[in-house]
């Protein structure tokens, strides 16, 4: 019929059309570029517009309608092609590549996670982390100025008490590795590096899960939730009164933000901001961290508590939105590399949200050992990654790698 059309292209042509509506619709929306040679036979036809001489007989309208509507998609499509096109066209001159990005890394936006421990002169490496260590808080305070002095927005902290016990009682307490760590770097630097803490207690726990460990009704042992929620906020206040900068809830517990943000304000604190992780899955990827910080769970797994990496990915919307509701103030989505399509739907969902993304330990010990063995560039894997986590959406990067970025970029 088509080809009919083309070749007549007078109005008995367009009775025909008229009576087999549906199907020339269909051939041109399934394939406009199918109706190019028609366009290009009526098209200097202006004739076919509305309110030209064809129009004339009035049943032709609908006939005339359609076609105004395909001909510009027909000709979109037959037009915006090779050789017209050629994408490549942008990517011969570096100047210009780079004037037509749109995703850039910058160092004030990175994190660096730092292990703090007791003792002093301490920089204890982690096998699994080449590069990274368990700082003594005096070497803590030495690392944290070379973190500034690059530029780099904050650190965040994590601590290894000296002794661990099922309630996790050094995170409770106001003379803790982490408030102790919190007020030396303070003390040294003030305002020129944000000091951020992690929120858990499973770096605590002689158990290592990241709350109190109770027996439910049916027998089975798990981390007591709203108990939880009493000793988070505890920990909150001891952190912010030693002078912490945000807090980084990371447990996954049900109404922790709700908690710590009634909490911070009830002691005046409605200012500190909240970084809640609220999209953590229950990942493989932390196995390294687990060895850096000695949080691995000693029976079972978290997944009662962090995300299913099968769930649906409505359910990180929903974690989120509850967070948001809550108070938080950022939120995160952990771990990035294999979770970028939650990062890309976190973004698309929330819009003005600021988003924090991290790139996890298991992240960085993959890459830097296949680096060590010479198999692939680290300097170039790290910066396609961190740049596809930003372009996935995300506005803040924490990452191991942030004292090389900051060197590189
Ligand atoms: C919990 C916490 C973990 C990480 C950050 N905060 C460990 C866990 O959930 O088991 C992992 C970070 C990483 O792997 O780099 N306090």
Redesign the pocket.
Known sequence: MLSYLIRECNTAALNLAKRNLSRLVKTALNNPASIWPFVQCVCPVESFRPGSNRQQDKTDAPVCGIICDIIPVAKRICTMSFPNVRLRRLRYEPAIRRMVQETSLSTERLIM?LFVRSGQNVRQPIAA?PGNFQFSIDELIKEAEEIASLGIGGI?L?GIPDKKDAVGSDALSPDGIIPQAIRAVKQSLGNKLLVIT??????YTDHGH?GIIHQMPNGQHDVNNDATLENLVSQSLIHAHAGADML?P???MDGMIQAIRAGLDGIGFTHLPIMS?AA?Y??S??????E??G???QFGN?QSY?MDPAASAGQAIREVQLDLDEGADIIMV??ALAYLDIVRKVRDHFEGVPIAA???????SMVKAAAQHGWIDEKAVVTESLTAMTRAGANII?T?WAKDVARWL
């Not at 992690?198 to 770096?203: H, N, P």
């Open positions: 996670p982390m965040i994590f992690d929120v858990c207690f499973c770096e990241c980084a990371s447990g996954m992780y953590k229950a990942s990827f932390y196995g390294p961290f687990r850096a910080a949080s691995a769970p978290r962090q952990k771990p991290y790139n996890v330990s298991g992240e960085f924490l191991y």
